[in-house]
């Protein structure tokens, strides 16, 4: 935690199918002194897509449902950009990651800040283009889950967090784990998220407000304490048992979707990876390992079984750095299976930061080739793409200035690179995602539109500038 500027967190080790450890460290805030303890909320982010399988996994169960349902048949509104698509899409394909989909597609209906509704997502899912063939390889992919958590609703009569409540964490007595954020609005014990940004750590706002329950719960909008994650791990590495018939649980844990594996996996002890339903699943040294991270701004959480040997590991962070949680997760891993050389937190940490250096360097060198750009008012107006809807660009105090109308923190002011190319710095510096607007004209040489992209390959996917195509109004 010294060495990550990590101000709170939580872990829980099993082994040999008990719980051997359980401990809450260091405060939910840096400017309170209320520490962390088992039963501390953490936003869980993506670790939330087991729940949304499992979830479905006990509607299978019942009866209600199949893995290779067609998703027209039970979200009337689904569509795909392509009609064949959308005629073969199965709730399998939505939990697999194997949509054809580029990474992130579509995440900035619900990233940062933006909140769109489930039924808003599913109908702005045909302006998504795959940049591959579908059930071919592998690419994380946010929003089918969001579309997949919606099956619930629409087959049982009751909302996504209903059905988690009576149906998951009631069973397994997860006092302490709920998809309705609103009722912790009162709660004391919830940890608040934190970044380092110029090389302080600093709390910065939750972009998921607990005050309403987000469209992207589905994807990544649980909360849970440390102790009900141990409890749903346990009842994970004992194949359902308390929960789920055993022939259907193991479903989840079987590869759909293989992932390549890299010279450096091989050397790591990794021979084989893929993504089952809501799960990541390799080997490490001959032993099959389940996982899944989660990563929100400011909060990281990562679960980690071994089930044949009755081993599960679970971390919770209120920091954003996945390097924490993989130092932690690996030397517990490590030393439970007695594997030595792996590298130590230290070592971790200077990688990242040689790398991070290096990445800041280039981009405070980065220049444009000198051209000039138009007039201001050139490029004012209003925007819109079909699934992140409007942007307007204004001029304000000589300045030209860039606001996202569904994404609120998404505002800043445009810097001149080259020509019609700008960045724009975001107000918000939590974002850590400065992005390049390339304006384009028409044959009169009137400007019509624009592209982005990040400046630095650094930023979170899930602000997939590049996926958006705006037009002027």
Known sequence: ???????????????????????GYGH????????VNTQTYFGIASNSKGFTATALALLVADGKITWDDKVKDHLEHFQMSDPWLTDHFTIRDLLSHSTGLPLGSGDLMWWPDSNYSADEIIKNMRYLKPNREFRTTYEYN????????????????????????ERIFKPLNMARCTANTPMMANDNNIAEPHAVLNKDLTQIKRYLAIDQVAGSVAAAGIQCSIDDLLKWEMMHINHGKGLLPKNIHDQLWQINTPINVTENNVQNGI???????????????????????????????YLSMIPELGVAIAITTNQ????????????IRDHIMDITGGPTAEQIFDAGETSRKKEARRLRNLRGDGTSAKENVSYTGTYNDPWWHDVTISELDGDLYF?????????GNLVHFEGDRFIVRWD???????????????DSGKINGFTMEAISPRTDFSYDFHHVNMVKK
Do not use: C, W
Request: cysteine-free; hydrophobic content about 45%; charged content about 10%.
């Open 320 to 331: 954003q750095s996945a390097a924490a949680y993989a130092a932690i997760n690996n030397q």
């Open 1 to 23: 935690m010294n060495i990550f500027s990590v101000p709170g967190a939580a872990v829980g080790v099993i082994n040999e199918g008990k719980i051997i450890h359980a401990k």
């Open 271 to 301: 021979n084989f990876r893929g993504y089952g339903l809501g799960y990541n699943i390799s080997d490490y040294f001959g032993s099959r390992v389940i996982s899944h991270g989660g990563a929100l701004i400011g909060m990281y959480s």
């Open 428 to 442: 918000d510096r939590t974002h850590e995602a400065d992005a390049f607007i390339l304006f384009s004209a028409n």
């Open 142 to 165: 946010n929003v089918p889950f969001i579309v997949a958590g919606a099956i619930i609703p629409a087959v049982t009569g009751k909302t996504y967090e209903q059905f988690l409540a």
């Open 28 to 35: 939910l805030t840096i400017t309170d002194a209320a520490t």
């Open 403 to 411: 606001i996202s109308q569904r994404s609120p923190s998404l505002r």
